[in-house]
């Protein structure tokens, strides 16, 4: 394997801790208006739940509104292109996570650069990955998975958050690194993935 995607791999599937980013630092007085809190993802989502708690509670200890705003697409890129591109005066905020970071080493000509264009705020979460199988699935560990997947080649699936995202990466390189074939199912948000999980939809 070569090296720098070996090292693209091994970051993606760090755990996914996101945080609030913004253009600029805060005034003294902040806030004296609403706040935006942009999030790359449809609600519902783990993202989405997490930036709709931290407004809440900001805007009751800060007497200001702040307000989460939906804008998925382009794995993320999207939103983080609509903040890059508002005024820098810390009203516009972005929840950024490895999906972020991912799209950095994916993408040659993204209109704006994390490490220049944004300042980070706070930490909010840190969220680890884990291997969901629905109960038809008659498996009880990881080994017994691998070997099910090996005996099925192609026919588990692999649901994750979106193309890129970071539980897509994460799949993949369980997948080299196991030695299987399953099918890549991506989804636009977390939540109407595990619905279809606990249905039998995907496995």
């Known amino acids: 394997m070569q090296p720098q995607r070996r090292r693209f791999l091994h970051l993606a599937a760090t755990a996914g801790a996101f945080s ?17 809190i942009v999030v790359g993802f449809a609600a519902g989502g783990t993202t989405d739940i997490v930036a709709r708690l931290v407004a ?27 903040v890059a591109r508002a005024p820098a005066d810390g009203y516009t905020l972005l929840t950024i996570g490895s999906t972020n970071t991912i799209n950095a080493t994916l993408h040659d000509r993204l209109s704006f650069n994390l490490n220049r264009d944004f300042t980070m705020v706070a ?21 017994e998975f691998i070997a099910a997947a090996k005996g099925n080649p192609g026919k588990i699936t692999m649901a994750s958050f979106g193309v890129g995202s970071s539980s897509h990466v994460a799949g993949e390189l369980f997948k080299m690194m196991a030695g299987v074939d399953l099918l890549h199912v991506p989804y636009r948000v977390s939540g109407p993935r595990l619905t279809d999980l606990l249905g039998g939809r995907c496995r």
């Open 20 to 36: 609030l980013v913004s253009r600029n630092g805060w005034a003294q007085a902040y806030p004296t208006k609403p706040v935006r």
């Open 56 to 82: 809440q509670w900001l805007s009751e200890r800060l007497g200001q509104q702040f307000v989460v705003e939906n804008r998925p697409g382009a794995s993320t890129n999207l939103a983080a292109e609509a």
């Open 123 to 143: 930490g909010l979460i840190r969220s680890p990955f884990v291997l969901e199988v629905h109960p038809s699935v008659p498996v009880k560990t990881v080994p």
